[in-house]
């Protein structure tokens, strides 16, 4: 493992069982993440990027195993975090922290702002009182908000200062690594750049390593520096963020900056609507994927799943299209 | 000057709570039924405190054993045969009954009594209601399972039947219609709290304080029933009127409490046939059950239409 | 003006009275729609875009809110003077609406096609049988509605969802909202809504919870129904990608009035409203570099006590007295594009810098 590698993933997989009443577990499963392996560096903004129901919000949480996962393994700072028990990953848990999407569910709306941003330091450092006080006004201060808002309750503020208050609870423990799940996705245009530019700031002051998770490519493209594509519980394809987007090689890449509309009328292209919809995680098409709505598509693709390759300088494709071997 | 200091620090900490306590009694003001209900409970509670400076006549209290050898306390009143049956005077604001014993008096202190049973009933209930409902909402599965199918039960149990088995099994007493009752009320909280945990526990909020580090029983004290529990609290404010009812409906049929007792509804029932020739023996301590049932009832509804977020400014 | 308008708003003020104080949400809104084009109205949340488009349907509920002052007219008719039962031959009819989330906005417990046939009956004969003949609660009573009619309308009901390109449309007008997925539900509310050929079809947020793959097929289908049947869109959205992609014209509203209108590349391109340059700075883009992204200081203002004068002085930087005594008004500064700015010949000149990149 390279030294500056912070989190190292590898095969991971995370399938939710389908209950069918008391006693019986049919074999059905949701296989939201599905062997997937990623690499993320010290100090960068790694970027996630799918449709919803791709899989890349359980991805984000099983990664700092806010869920289990079902096999696979996950090293963080050297640990293997899929080997620690209940206490040692207790202990670990201060340096990987997540920020959420939806401000206002994300802040229980009984607790004030102190409470909130107080409650990671009092359950794992113990503080009280007066140092309690003193560190969740520092924290206050570097988000952008002061004391004002310390016994404030959520609904009292707007979408953008809830996520101040969200992202201020996640430092409260000095994380090294912490998953921004679609963090401004809720929010709008104008805060969406206050949030950002914070997180930028943030990540320089303190050092941090982000995994970045989202729908919206504008946003990627500002603010991360590699990316993956994910579809359908699997990596399709992973880069550094400007090459892809001067070069997709996955079809889907190619169809999902197609279909996204760019704020930019002098750009206005065709917009090419992908056919069909998001496959279903419990009956997965054979072989590849995305075979079904792909229009290079050839025979193989239904019947082997491509495997993802380094094509060309840390660019990697999951694509048969790539595959030499097979042409 | 140091008072004032800490009066407006307390103040400060404490903005938000109290401008949201001041809007929603704006809304309650607004309804005349709800402020309604609302005095009419204060006014209960405040008969029941100030008992003995209102009542002319004062109960005695006195330790019995029983046949068994248990030892229990029971009221007893003095008993004056010359004043027996007399109509409402201003000595007797609402008349004596068949043993001389001033009304006005029984039912100010029966206020005691009713407001003792329906509180301890509702309380226990409900915090064996939602420790249940609580863990079975919160942890799924089996747990769940097992406790709902507990629930249910107790469910089936007819309450009426379970006072008069365990009244003639212990002996009637207030104590032991409390106690059966306790064990058919719990269920229904059990139940609406599991439902809201249901929906409460997919918050955000709640991921959060895992990722924070929160242990499963202070993510579910903290942050799972604090937001669970506002349709209880409706449901607890109805039922403290239903507790009522029933308790005097149990002491009328003569399950509840030990004759002598101050309890209005054994004086309904003793009033019985006495009804036509001393109406007033009935009345008042049918009025009180029913002003004080009347008051929950109301002040339940406005709870309930305050705190609804969707009437919300 | 020009050309005539299909829809023309002016100095529309609807306010809410509540328990806090009077929320001005529309203060001073005008705008123009003209027939067969895409109008994209942007703003960001709390601006009044929403409140905008049911003050038109007349759908503000009446307390806390009310239509204070103003005109809207369309085809030549001033909304504002009709009656109820009036409107309700317009709604559905000549101006529907579409909304963001179509689970809600469908109801759970009639099957799709039945809610089309809803529609159509309500507005249009069949049979020789009309609506009006009907007491209003024999709406969906088959056995009062006859056969022969049901059968008629249904079939319409088929080609409404034929055109919006769902296949197998037999079958899902026998199907019941939660059978579908999100792409299908909205495409089936725009069925219902274009049932009955309006001239203007409102649409609020309706891609905002779809799929982004989702979203293109939607916005191609609004696009291509619109060539077909010459309807008017006015699409309301804070996505911009999709207005730059869909409009032909985009009115900006902020605080509950108008501060820019015109054709879409210029309001993208060179802005010249201090709020809406700061709205596009704002914005990543794909096709520029940017090392950080440009911030509007401060914050939406409350509209109970909104600032005095014009309501973004608070947070602009070319503000002068002048901007905090009065309102500025929206002013056709060059042929079809407006501007509510006391200032705008300053802003106009002042230069932006963008580091253009290929793509």
Redesign the interface.
Known sequence: MKKDTILKIEKLRKYFPIKKGLFTFSKDYVKAVDDVNIHIRHGETFGLVGESGCGKTTLGRVAIQLIPATSGTIYFMGENLTELNKSELRRIRPHMQIVFQDPSSSLNPRMTVKQIVGEPLLINKKLRGEALNKKVLELLYTVGLNEQHLYRYPHEFSGGQKQRIGIARALALNPDFIVLDEPTSALDVSVQAQILNLLKDLQNKFGLTYLFITHDLSVIHYISNRVAIMYAGKIVEVSKTKELFEKQMHPYTEALLLAIPIPDPKVKKKLKPLKGEVPSLINPPSGCRFHPRCTKRMPICSKLEPELREIEDQHFVACHLYNREIR | MIKLRILEEFT??????IK?IK?ML??FRRSFLSMMGLILVLFVILVAIFAPFLASQHPSFVEVTSERGTKRVEERWSINFEEKLLPPSPKHLFGTDDYGRDIFSMVVYGARTSLKICLLVVVISTIIGVILGGIAGYFGGKID?VIMRITDIFLSIPGLILALAVASALGRSIEHVMEALIFVWWPPYARIIRGQILSVRE???V????????SSW?VLFK?VI??SFSPLLVQITLDLGAVLLVAAGLSFIGVGATPGTAEWGLMISSGRMHMFHAWWYVTFPGLAIFITVLGFNLLGDGIRDVTDPRLR? | MGRDTLLSIRNLKTYFFTYEGVVKALENVNLDIYPGETFGLIGETGCGKSVTALSVMRLIPEPPGKIVEGEIWFKGENLLKKSEEEMQKIRGNEISMIFQEPMTALNPVYTVGDQIIEVLLLHKKFSGFSMENLPKYNLLRRRKIKKEVYKEAFKEAVEALRMVQISDPEKVAKQYPHELSGGMRQRAMIAMMLACDPSLLIADEPTTALDVTVQAQILELMKDLQKRKGTAIWLITHNLGVVAEMCDRVGVMYAGYIVEMGATEKIFDNPDHPYTRGLMGAIPKITEEKERLEIIPGTVPNLIYPPPGCRFHPRCKYAIDKCKESPPPLVEVEKDHFVACHRYEEVKHSVIVKKERKI
Request: glycine share 4%; charged share 35%; proline share 4%.
């Open positions: 400060k900490k404490h903005e938000s709570k949201d809007h704006y809304l399972e918050n955000q909020y991921e959060a304080a895992r990722s924070i580090g929160a202070r942050h604090p937001n400014r």
